[in-house]
């Protein structure tokens, strides 16, 4: 199943924080939607992609946007610090990640008394974000 950035809008808050192989790392309800339905293979690649590169090479960044844009099956995954300062940039030559425009961000956070990173979705899903890079 192939979603859109719309299918997102419902995902507010979170029941439920999901533990990457990065133990200090978590992602919300709305993100493991996605992860499960964002490809013919599901998108963990993705989840994958920013728990070992972008956040790693972003550590310092108490707030991190990771911009996703999927267009005639190629991506561009850029990271950002919400004031449009661009950090880094990847192109992917080939995806079945569902077309479209998605968000992301990474924060500092608790779950119990653990610090950790949080990635979730942006308030109502995914807002339209300005990039012409495909």
Do not use: H
Not at 46 to 73: A, C, Q, S, T
């Amino acid at each position: 199943m192939n979603i859109t950035p719309n299918d997102l809008q419902e995902f507010t808050g979170t029941e439920n924080y999901f533990k990457t192989m990065d133990k200090s790392i978590v992602y919300t309800d709305g993100v493991q939607y996605f992860a499960r339905n964002a490809g013919d293979q599901g998108a963990y690649w993705l989840l994958d992609m920013i728990v070992f590169d972008l956040i790693p090479n972003n550590r310092n960044e108490e707030f991190l946007v990771v911009e996703v844009v999927v267009k005639n099956d190629q991506a561009i995954i850029r990271t950002q610090d919400g004031n449009n300062n661009y950090f880094l940039k990847r192109e992917i030559l080939y995806t079945d990640l569902a077309e479209g425009e998605w968000k992301f961000y990474v924060e500092n956070g608790m779950v119990g008394e653990n610090e950790v990173k949080v990635i979730l979705l942006p308030s109502g899903g995914c807002k339209k974000i300005c990039v012409n890079c495909l």
